[in-house]
């Protein structure tokens, strides 16, 4: 450990020694330093703040979303910096003096676009704009005035891109619609008119409406919904011949006791076995019809006062629904044999002239086709024509300056009083740096200790130097002329330092 100290004295000690030159090369660094600090352009920012709401009631009535809205300002806000935009900076601010030329306003631009920061807050609706000007050729009140300048304009363009640009979008979107409507409705006038022609043509050899495949097609659905009808009446008729079957057509007379006679009576069963679904080959059906026969043969099996029957009134009902069955059964049959007649003739026209067909279904695509884009068109129109009404008379962007730009009255960059403080110490740290490098480079030997290890013999013993008065008082001298110079360094700092706050205040 007093090894280590007794280094450090040394090393002190030859740095103390060479003090006049750490002195000179630290005035000479530290004045490099600071002039290269001066020569360093002031920069001014001027910020500002805006609120941008795009909230509406009728946003979401028309099929603008919250979202969209959001898109649309981060889309305007990421376009602020274009070059036309920019443009319009230089040539509407003090920025426009001494621009001769498009190189002139490009290198501006350039410039212009490093210096501008346009930044959205964790709140989207709140956005900071900032604008830097740091022209070395321009005065700090110019650099500061052209800041606010820079800044101003750029909410004014970001409001006008809001407000206005989204008419100017409108208007341009309802002109190519309405362009593109008028050329689709000139396709479709030509589409039908060669319709109406190939028609004329080909009048009665491809009736009806539609393709020849369309019609096919239809005829055919309609055949199976015509043969499940048709099952279900001839069902019903089935079933309307039994019951009339079972029916009587008359009433036969009543007997001497008033009641029924035996025959109405064998009658009755009979026509009830057979309502029920009974065949003739049915045993009780046999004797029930076996003993009508003898009753019949017997005169009616009752008395002289049973006369002739009356007409039977559920007979004729049973009859005449009977007959409306037949009529549905027979008016779905012919209507079936007519689709079948015309879809085997459209079959034998399509086999016959396939490329008569082939081209009306071609003209028929074409015209569809045509037809579908127009009303999409039209459909289009009428939507962005309805949105840029919402938005232009409901003003569903709301837009507020909260910290307007101000004209900034010090600059932000460069940090003049921490680089003229920092240039100081480097120029101290040199000036110690370079008398220690010279007291390793000069062959001396500060104390026995170090001769004995340099050349590996014993030393006898060393000799103090003997300082005179007139020594001491020169040495004397020579330290106040040190300290004046080295507070003389640490005063030129200081004066700097105020002279930098002295001029930001008048700026």
Not at 10 to 24: C, D, E, K, N, Q
Not at 38 to 58: D, H
Not at 170 to 193: C, N, P, Y
Not at 299 to 319: D, E, Q
């Amino acid at each position: 450990m007093a090894g280590l100290y007794d280094e450090l004295l040394v090393l002190l000690h030859g740095i103390w020694s060479r003090r006049w030159i750490a002195l000179g090369v630290a005035w000479g660094v530290a004045m490099l330093g600071w002039l290269g600090v001066a020569l360093i352009p002031n920069s001014y920012e001027s910020k500002a703040r805006v609120y941008v709401s795009t909230q509406s009631l009728l946003e979401d009535k028309v099929g603008i979303t919250q979202v969209q809205s959001q898109q649309e300002l981060e889309r305007v806000r990421s376009t602020l910096a274009s070059a036309e935009n920019l443009e319009k900076v230089v040539r509407e601010t003090d920025l426009s003096q001494g621009v001769s030329g498009p190189r002139d306003v490009a290198a501006k631009i350039t410039t212009l676009r490093e210096n501008i920061t346009v930044m959205a807050q964790a709140d989207p609706s709140m956005i900071d704009i900032s604008a830097v000007s740091a022209d070395s050729s321009l005065s700090d009140g110019a650099n500061a005035r052209i800041a606010q300048q820079v800044a101003q304009k750029l909410i004014d363009i970001f409001q006008e891109e809001n407000l206005s640009g989204d008419r100017t979008q409108t208007r341009q979107s309802l002109a190519f619609l309405d362009q593109q409507v008028a050329a689709r409705g000139k396709q479709m006038e030509a589409a039908d008119q060669r319709r109406v022609e190939f028609a004329q043509r080909y009048v009665g050899l491809l009736p009806g409406a539609g393709s020849i495949s369309q019609r096919m097609d239809a005829a055919r659905m309609e055949i199976n919904q015509i043969d499940s009808q048709l099952v279900q009446a001839q069902s019903a008729l089935s079933a309307m011949n039994g019951q009339l079957a079972g029916t009587p057509q008359s009433l036969p007379g009543v007997g001497a006791a008033g009641g029924p006679s035996a025959l109405s009576q064998a009658q009755s069963n009979l026509a009830g076995m057979r309502a029920r679904g009974w065949t003739a080959n049915h045993p009780d059906v046999i004797a029930a019809q076996r003993e009508v026969d003898a009753l019949r043969r017997q005169g009616g099996g009752g008395s002289a006062g049973g006369g002739g029957g009356t007409p039977n009134p559920a007979y004729l009902s049973i009859k005449s629904m009977q007959a409306e069955r037949a009529a549905t059964v027979q008016a779905l049959s012919t209507r079936k044999a007519q689709l079948q007649a015309d879809l085997n003739a459209m079959m034998a026209k399509q086999v016959d002239e396939p490329g008569i067909a082939s081209e009306q279904e071609k003209l028929d695509r074409d015209y569809e086709v045509l037809k579908t884009q127009y009303d999409k068109l039209l459909a289009d129109r009428e939507e962005i024509r309805l949105r840029g009404e919402v938005k232009s008379e409901t003003g569903s962007v709301q837009f507020r300056v909260i910290n307007p730009p101000s004209v900034p009255t010090a600059p932000t960059a460069p940090n003049r009083p921490l680089l003229l403080l920092g240039v100081l110490i480097v120029g101290i740290g040199a000036g110690v740096g370079v008398a220690f490098a010279m007291g390793q480079l000069k062959g001396t030997f500060p104390t026995a200790a170090r001769l004995e290890r340099a050349i590996g013999l014993p030393v006898a013993g060393s000799i103090s130097q003997a300082v005179s008065a007139t020594q001491v008082a020169v040495e004397k001298q020579r330290m106040k002329w040190f300290a004046g110079a080295s507070g003389g360094l640490a005063a030129v700092c200081l004066l700097l330092i105020v002279v930098e706050f002295v001029q930001r205040g008048m700026a």
